[in-house]
T-cell receptor, first 112, second 115 residues
Framework: EDKVVQSPLSLVVHEGDTVTLNCSYE??????LLWYKQEKKAPTFLFML????IEKKSGRLSSILDKKELFSILNITATQTGDSAVYLC????????????FGKGTRLHILP | DSGVTQTPKHLITATGQRVTLRCSPR?????VYWYQQSLDQGLQFLIQ???????AKGNILERFSAQQFPDLHSELNLSSLELGDSALYFC??????????????FGEGSRLTVL
């Protein structure tokens, strides 16, 4: 069964710290890995990764995928209180059906 | 604003009842996904439609059903409600199937409380 496991489940750091969020997965016929940020309600898309070793970057956020070891990390540098959210990792299998499987998320809280 | 509209935003009902949640996808998006989010389970995939046809099914209970109409809006019907069905139900849309973009645009969700 396809699954996504995220760690840690929750994390509290001080503003300015750097954090690394982890996502490991098991999926038949991997197509892509996705990161989303969920603040109050709707998750919003951050990154899609399909190839190993190629870093995706957006401002202070970056992510990389290791398809051999079946994991991805999301880094946030110089954290700000606005980064407080639940970060969701998901995988999209290359199957006939198109379900996207989400992990339970990492709840990140940034202290001022 | 993602462009995905869900109604109602909040719904309180009793066990045994039936409710319908409605979703209007972004203009032009053909794919609609339904997810259930509860505190301890994260985002659970329920079902996906593409241009009116069911494309993928997750762990959707037999008491739940969905459909996508010709105008591409979708409805999720939940019947014989139980306390454990209390959750936030998200609809998401994408231009094509997930294999092409991977990016989903989520609505604000419908919070269902079953008393």
């Amino acid at each position: 069964e396809d699954k996504v496991v995220q760690s840690p489940l929750s994390l509290v750091v001080h503003e300015g710290d750097t954090v690394t969020l982890n996502c490991s997965y098991e999926v038949t016929n991997f197509r892509s890995l996705l990161w989303y940020k969920q603040e109050k309600k709707a998750p919003t898309f951050l990154f899609m990764l399909t190839s190993s070793g190629i870093e995706k970057k957006s401002g202070r956020l970056s992510s990389i995928l290791d398809k051999k070891e079946l994991f991805s990390i999301l880094n946030i540098t110089a954290t700000q209180t606005g980064d407080s959210a639940v970060y969701l990792c998901a995988v999209s299998p290359m199957n006939r059906d198109d379900k996207i499987i989400f992990g339970k998320g990492t709840r990140l809280h940034i202290l001022p | 604003d993602s462009g995905v509209t869900q109604t109602p935003k909040h719904l309180i009902t009793a066990t045994g009842q039936r409710v319908t949640l409605r979703c209007s996808p972004r203009s032009g998006d053909l794919s609609v996904y339904w997810y259930q989010q509860s505190l301890d389970q994260g985002l659970q995939f329920l079902i996906q439609y593409y241009n009116g046809e069911e494309r993928a099914k997750g762990n959707i209970l037999e008491r739940f059903s969905a459909q996508q109409f010709p105008d591409l809006h979708s409805e999720l019907n939940l019947s014989s409600l139980e306390l454990g069905d209390s959750a936030l139900y998200f609809c998401a849309s994408s231009p094509r199937t997930s294999g092409n973009t991977g990016e989903l645009f989520f609505g604000e969700g419908s919070r269902l409380t079953v008393l």
